[in-house]
């Protein structure tokens, strides 16, 4: 069975966890599902205007992008943090 | 796990995940991360598990030893720190007793505080010794917890460890670096602007200020102003320059003495060359200066009386000598000997000598003006130098007798020898010296014929040395080597002079030496005599005499005629002190095998000046033999009755110069009769000598002389002529 795209939509939507997509290149959100929305505050229109960098605290943010960095480069596939 | 900021600037905990999606290609389009917020328990937890992480640091990391202890001792647990110490891995070490890590002596107060701790359940800042793998030992300062459960079992212990190693060694050095200060050496700190702030005792002592009056002050405080600015100022560019300064120093203490001292000086530094602090070292030299003058002191001065000896002397003549040369202008040497010295000595003792000694250095001293110079050359003998006088030599020796009469009147003050009043004079005898005097040693000699002539002029009194009277010593000295030569070449006689009784019967001789000198014929015994005495020839002398005489007594002994003549010999005292004399006349007596009651020695009234009972015991000695005695020149000394009853004589002879003028001197006459009646009256023979007319003869008679010899029985002749006058 073929999963269609407006059921990936759901699926991703619906999931109990939070989940954002960025550019990797300037770290702007491009989706972020109703779990995240809820969790950030945001409205759907206002997180797309949001980076990486806005919803995470300021303490943390270099370590994050750090792990970014690596994904982007390919150095690792998966990082947990 | 991290925190993410909401809209509104609160913040959520949650674990996030993020992937990469690619394309076709490979690139990365997106980032996709999924995040889980995290509950307040598996927050809890996360943050237990990093704060145990944290402590596990801290615990492996701290700079102190931790361990911990099963109920039997055994290590369980230890921190990288205490691992490091013992050089061990954590396998090599967990399972061992800790006990294995101390030196005996800490395991055995280990295992003596164990059962304390055990009660207390904990111990404080007990020290171990802890000795690593490779040996080296540790020590730490350690405290303990005991772990017990409900029932008091202990169940484990727990120890920290502070390493007191370098501690230990900084205080060892301390207390070394604290003794090293008190040392014999004064030791002075100060800080860079030269404020003193440390001082140890023996700078205190070598100062004489107190530790509180110095702290504070700066080093100025012990200058002396014996060395000039220049001085200090090359130390300081020298200390700037080099970092240290050592040299001799002059300072000040506080009674006011200036003393010398060798210092040291060092600039402490820090390890960018900032001065922090000097610290001086001071050694006190002064004692040593003292020696370097004592010896100088025994080597030119009389330890006595810290005059000036012999060889300083010596050298300050010569430089005066060289002074005069160079002025034109004269000097005068000075020979000071005390007249009655020696009655000190004999009298008082030594150690009144010795003070009396000082007393008259002190006011040659006095009468001196400065630039002359006083010497002791020995026993009382003062030389004193006097410069710078006229050149007048008439006018010098003024000025020379002037300084001389001001010591005799300084000499005859009464001296005062612990609670005896003492009175001395002295005799002087000066030698004016300009620069044609040659010889400082012939000056020296000068002055102490001066001397000797004051001395026979009557003492107390200033004679000068003049060069008539050279003329005479030089004779003296060439009859002196003659007199040597005499004795070898045989150029002695004797003479006999008869001697007779009241009916002018030959009753004996006086032997007479005679001198035969090959140049000057007859040399008389008045000129000779006093020489011999003086060198010591007349023991020799004295002996042929004494030998010769006895030979002509046993010739006269083989004749009926003549074998009861007596023979006077003349003895000097000199010779008569030598302390083989008896033995000598016993041997020659035996020799010649002559009758001892023959024999007659003569002696002077001099020979009881001293030493009167020495005198007395070889009188008896000789006159147990059977010789006799005869006093020559009686009534000229001044013999003291009391001896004169003591002494074993046979005879007395008046001496001529009262026989002389009896016939004109009433007084004369009244010494004679004295001298007869008391002779008398001690059993005594009575001879008079000089007799030369029948006027005397008679007189002398009269006063009850029954002996006479002289020019009116016969002159002093040689043996032959003698033996005719017999006949």
């Not at chain 2, 598990?49 to 039997?72: F, M, Q, R, V």
């Not at chain 2, 220049?230 to 000040?252: C, K, L, P, V």
């Not at chain 2, 008569?576 to 002077?604: C, M, W, Y």
Request: with cysteine; proline share 3%.
């Amino acid at each position: 069975m073929q999963v269609l795209p407006n059921q990936f939509r759901e699926i991703f939507d619906k999931s109990p966890v939070c989940m954002i997509a960025t550019d990797p290149l300037n770290g702007r959100i491009v989706l972020a599902n109703s779990r995240a929305i809820k969790m950030w505050g945001y409205t759907p229109d206002e997180i797309l205007t949001k980076t990486k960098a806005d919803l995470i605290f300021p303490d943390d943010f270099a370590e994050s992008s750090q792990r970014n960095t690596q994904l982007v480069s390919g150095m690792v596939d998966l990082c947990a943090l | 796990m991290k925190r993410y900021i909401r809209k509104d600037s609160s913040f959520f905990w949650a674990q996030s995940f993020s992937t990469a999606i690619k394309d076709e290609t490979g690139n990365v389009t997106l980032l996709v991360t999924s995040s889980i917020e995290l509950t307040e328990h598996t927050l809890l937890e996360a943050k237990l598990t990093a704060s145990a992480k944290e402590i596990e640091d801290l615990y492996d990391n701290a700079p102190c030893g931790y361990h911990s202890l099963n109920h039997e001792g055994a290590i369980v647990r230890i921190n990288a720190t205490e691992l490091a110490w013992l050089g061990c891995t954590r396998e090599e070490v967990v399972g061992k007793k800790i006990f294995d890590f101390y030196t005996g002596e800490s395991k055995e107060r280990f295992l003596k505080k164990y059962p304390d701790f055990l009660k207390k359940g904990h111990i404080e800042d007990l020290e171990f010794e802890l000795v690593g793998k490779d040996g080296k030992i540790r020590n730490v300062l350690a405290s303990a917890t005991a772990v017990k459960d409900a029932n008091g079992n202990l169940l484990m212990s727990r120890a920290v460890l502070y390493d007191m190693t370098e501690q230990k060694r900084l205080e060892s050095d301390l207390r070394l670096a604290a003794v090293a200060f008190e040392t014999t050496q004064g030791i002075l700190v100060t800080d860079a602007n030269s404020v003193i702030r440390r001082v140890n005792r023996a700078l205190t002592q070598i100062t004489g200020y107190s530790e509180k009056e110095i702290i504070g002050q700066t080093p100025k405080m012990f200058k002396s102003g014996h060395h000039d600015a220049a001085f200090y100022t090359a130390m300081w560019e020298t200390i700037n320059s080099t970092g240290s300064w050592q040299g001799e120093i002059w300072d000040r203490r506080k009674s006011g003495e200036i003393y010398p001292k060798w210092m040291t000086i060092s600039a402490i530094k820090l390890d960018d060359g900032t001065v922090t602090h000097y610290v001086s070292t001071h050694v006190d030299i002064s004692g040593l200066k003292a020696a370097e003058n004592e010896i100088e002191n025994l080597a030119f001065y009389d330890p006595l009386t810290k005059l000036p000896n012999r060889r300083l002397l010596q050298d300050r003549l010569y430089h005066a000598k060289a002074s005069i040369d160079r002025t034109g202008r004269t000097g005068a040497l000075l020979n000071i000997d005390l007249d009655n010295f020696k009655s000190v000595n004999d009298t008082l003792g030594h150690a009144m000598g010795d003070v009396l000694l000082q007393q008259v250095a002190e006011r040659l001293q006095a009468c001196l003006r400065a630039g002359d110079t006083v010497a002791r050359l020995g026993d009382d003998e003062f030389v004193i130098i006097l410069e710078n006088l006229d050149a007048q030599l008439i006018e010098a020796a003024a000025q020379a007798k002037e300084v001389g009469e001001k010591m005799l009147a300084t000499l005859n003050q009464p001296f005062f020898l612990g609670k005896k009043e003492f009175h001395s004079t002295a005799s002087i005898g000066i030698a004016v010296f300009n620069g044609s005097q040659k010889g400082m040693t012939n000056l020296l000699k000068h002055a102490d014929i001066a001397m000797c002539q004051a001395k026979k002029a009557g003492r107390n009194t200033i004679c000068f040395f003049d060069p008539q009277m050279q003329e005479a010593i030089n004779s003296r000295s060439v009859l002196e080597s003659e007199l040597r030569n005499a004795i070898e070449c045989r150029q002695f006689f004797l003479h006999y002079q008869l001697q007779v009784d009241h009916l002018m019967r030959p009753f004996g001789a006086e032997a007479l030496i005679r001198w035969v000198h090959p140049a000057r014929d007859l040399v008389s015994p008045a000129e000779f005599i006093p020489i011999a005495e003086e060198t010591g020839l007349i023991i020799q002398i004295g002996k042929w005499v004494l030998d010769t005489a006895c030979a002509q007594l046993s010739v006269w002994q083989l004749d009926e005629k003549t074998k009861d003549l007596m023979l006077s010999v003349n003895v000097s005292a000199k010779q008569f002190r030598q302390a083989d004399f008896a033995e000598l006349v016993k041997a020659i007596v035996q020799r010649h095998g002559i009758n001892p009651s023959r024999l007659k020695l003569e002696l002077t009234e001099s020979i009881l000046l001293d030493d009167v009972e020495s005198v007395i015991s070889t009188m008896k000695e000789i006159n147990a033999l059977g010789v006799r005695f005869s006093l020559d020149d009686f009534g000229t000394g001044y013999s003291s009755l009391q001896y004169l009853k003591r002494l074993p004589l046979h005879q007395l002879k008046i001496d001529q110069s009262f026989v002389r003028d009896l016939t004109v001197d009433n007084s004369d006459q009244a010494i004679v009769n004295t001298i007869v009646a008391m002779a008398h009256s001690m059993n005594l023979n009575v001879i008079a000598e000089g007799v030369e007319t029948q006027e005397q003869r008679m007189l002398l008679e009269k006063a009850g002389c029954s002996h006479f010899q002289g020019y009116l029985f016969g002159r002093p002749m040689p043996i032959r002529e003698f033996k005719e006058l017999l006949k």
